[in-house]
């Protein structure tokens, strides 16, 4: 999977503060259901807390998780299109290319 060597988030919402604006330049700018994310990332709370399943109760198994997580996947283009879910993770894998990238202050 080299493709997926390279990963850094990013928002769609323009923040407060200063931030870097590109445009959409690729097909590896992946949205993801953040909800799942959060999901899972209560199995590691849990794990901090001595495994005694408090932050992963009514949630399905880690690994259900992970496939939902994973079939969540679209491009940026086809998520703008029918926003399937309402908080989107957005995760590119690979260089934004510097002439694209513009500093907003």
């Known amino acids: 999977m080299d493709q997926f060597n390279i990963a850094f988030g990013a928002e769609l919402k323009q923040p407060a503060e200063s931030h870097l604006r590109f445009p959409m330049f690729s097909d590896k700018i992946l949205v993801f259901n953040k909800d799942i994310s959060s999901d899972l990332f209560a199995y590691k709370e849990d794990q901090y807390d001595g495994g005694k399943g408090c932050f992963t109760v009514g949630l399905p198994s880690k690994e259900d998780l992970i496939k939902q997580y994973w079939e969540s996947m679209n491009t940026l283009d086809e998520y703008l299109k029918h926003k399937p ?8 894998f690979e260089t934004v290319p510097g002439k694209l990238i513009e500093y907003i202050d």
């Open 85 to 92: 879910y309402k908080n989107p993770e957005i995760l590119i």
